[in-house]
């Protein structure tokens, strides 16, 4: 592809996050595109996981449609209503397809686009804003999601031209993507983080809609044929799933083999949990908490098979 073309390819980006420290070495900017073939029932960002824009709404800042209503007028799509208690409905059967000017005319700022269409060259140009920054920690730019790969041609588009403009390059993956898509990005990237959340492949589809045999198969590709790539795997320790020390202890058998992949555990969190009453969706987990009293017996049994290459 020229490089022109990778500069003008499009692709749904649903946030762009500055100075990150915990997604690649050095200081990284997020780059958040839409779209994940799994649905993780612990998934902090659920604005990821449709490709397709979504309008959120938070109710907490809504003038009420007593007072305002410029997001009703302005709806091409007749999809927004006014409540029984003076706030707005959205029907979210109508409210697809459309640019989202109902954002705009919210003066309060209660509706939100999650998702919007940029170009390489627009993502780019956010990107480079920070490259004091990445010059001087060795960071750069870090492809997250969602899966970026359930977008290939845009994701490998931004690594290609990243790459032409030397910034250093980052992915954070669950895997579950094509294995020729993920085998031209792994050139293109200095580092990738690689979730493994389970090695059994029926509990994993349990809990995230979707079997780990690709996952598992495509780390094993990256982790034999792209030495020059420092590889990372993570896996988000969730109540229920996989916080107890004989999955761990499974995991990271089967990263034993490779001796250059680092391991490393992430504690669950509930920060995504108001974004599902943004979207009208109920969060899975509910109000399920981590015991993190856990967590000292899990690093422990990662290190014991890993040794030096498990991370706190």
Request: some cysteine.
């Amino acid at each position: 592809m020229e490089e022109t073309d990778d500069r003008r390819h499009a692709g749904t980006v649903f946030n762009i996050q500055k100075y990150s420290i915990h997604d690649g070495p050095g200081i990284r900017t997020l780059v958040f595109l839409k779209g994940c073939a799994l649905s993780c029932r612990w998934c902090s960002n659920p604005e990821s996981q449709r490709p397709q824009p979504e309008l959120a709404y938070n109710k907490g800042r809504c003038l009420g449609l007593d007072k305002c209503v410029r997001c009703p007028a302005v709806c091409v799509r007749n999809a927004l209503s006014r409540s029984p208690d003076g706030t707005l409905d959205i029907d979210r059967a109508r409210c697809q397809g459309c640019h989202m000017p109902c954002v705009d005319a919210c003066p309060a700022e209660a509706l939100i686009a999650y998702g919007k269409t940029m170009t390489v060259e627009d993502v780019l140009a956010k990107v480079e804003q920070d490259g004091a920054f990445y010059a001087r920690s060795g960071g750069g730019m870090t492809l997250s999601g969602g899966e970026p790969l359930y977008q290939a041609d845009f994701a490998l588009a931004l690594l290609r031209e990243a790459k032409r403009r030397h910034l250093k390059t980052a992915m954070e993956t669950s895997g579950l993507a094509r294995r020729e898509a993920l085998a031209e990005a792994a050139p293109l990237l200095n580092d990738v983080l690689f979730d493994i959340k389970h090695v059994d492949s029926r509990v994993h589809e349990a809990q995230t809609g979707m079997p780990n045999d690709l996952i598992l198969a495509n780390f094993r590709m990256l982790a034999e044929e792209f030495a020059d790539t420092r590889i990372r795997v993570r896996t988000p320790i969730i109540p229920g799933f996989n916080d107890d020390e004989a999955t761990i202890s499974a995991i990271a058998a089967f990263l034993e083999p490779y001796p250059r992949v680092e391991y490393e555990l992430l504690p669950y969190h509930r920060l995504g949990t108001q974004k599902y009453v943004f979207l009208d969706r109920s969060s899975p987990m509910g109000e399920t908490a981590l015991d993190k009293t856990k967590l000292p017996r899990l690093e422990s049994a990662a290190r014991d098979v890993l040794k030096e290459r498990f991370r706190t």
